[in-house]
């Protein structure tokens, strides 16, 4: 069983950075892919940026390109996020997803491709 953990939400200023921490545990990294996607209050959760973990592919939505990146750490089963010149519009739950392998590049955005899921961190970004 994988256990995901997201860490490192919390209140900023439109402008500031974040960086958000998904720790995965039950498994080694291998040829799988982690993603990260949001969930704003009263909308639907959205694909925010995605990392293949067994060739280092990333892929980013084009509402965050430029902004956020996505690394890993390996040995310590963590995937980031570092969330630069944020809007009030990033504001949001945050969660950390992992699919069971095999996902092609187009099919990183969708959610459907993701098993495992986090409980959330929220980010509020205040104007």
């Known amino acids: 069983q994988v256990q995901l953990a997201e860490s490192g939400g919390g209140l900023v200023q439109a402008g500031g950075s974040l960086r958000l921490s998904c720790a995965a545990s039950?498994?080694?990294?291998?040829?799988?892919?982690i993603a990260w996607f949001r969930q704003a209050p009263g909308k639907e959760r959205e694909f925010v940026a995605a990392?293949?973990?067994?060739?280092?592919?990333?892929y980013y939505a084009d509402s965050v390109k430029g902004r956020f990146t996505i690394s890993r750490n390996s040995a310590r089963n963590t995937v980031y996020l570092q969330m630069v010149s944020l809007k009030p519009d990033d504001t949001a739950v945050y969660y950390c997803?992992?699919?069971?392998?095999?996902?092609?590049?187009?099919?990183?955005?969708?959610?459907?491709?993701?098993?495992?899921w986090g409980q959330g961190t929220q980010v509020t970004v205040s104007s």
């Open positions: 997803g992992s699919d069971q392998g095999g996902t092609i590049m187009s099919s990183l955005p969708t959610q459907s491709r993701y098993i495992y």
């Open positions: 039950g498994r080694s990294f291998g040829r799988y892919a």
């Open positions: 990392i293949r973990l067994h060739d280092d592919l990333k």
